[in-house]
């Protein structure tokens, strides 16, 4: 893999991740997203913020990160999946029109065309 299919994969996972989360937050603000799954998530942090550890940091160092980071994708694709899947297609199909029309390519040119025989 070159370096720049290693930057675009790395920029790829950071666009989904940046995805997820702001998926993640309107769902949190929606009022047709259950009260007992809005708590997963300040559940997850309070765990990754929490001295209490399966793999403490001191003993294990940096790869004490790893049930960290694990809890924290593990809440948040658990509470998108707990909310009602109508919810998240429709927060789904507003973001993807917001991605659209914030990056819309500047060469674009619009206009209409009459098929003549």
Sequence with gaps: ???????DAK????????DRLSLAWRLMVDRRVNVVHKLIPPLALLYI???VDIAPEII??????IDDVGVAIFAL?????MAPNTVVK??????????ISQHEDEN???GEYVVRD
Excluded: A, C, K, Y
């Excluded at 920029?11 to 940046?18: A, K, M, P, T, Y």
């Excluded at 294990?60 to 990160?65: I, K, T, V």
């Design 49 to 51: 913020l929490s001295p």
């Design 11 to 18: 920029r790829g996972q950071l666009q989904r991740l940046f």
């Design 90 to 99: 429709e927060h789904l199909r507003d973001l993807q029109g917001h991605f």
């Design 60 to 65: 294990f160092g940096p790869l004490g990160l």
């Design 108 to 110: 674009v040119v619009e």
């Design 1 to 7: 893999m070159t370096d720049n299919q290693n930057n």
């Design 77 to 81: 694709e658990f509470f998108i999946q």
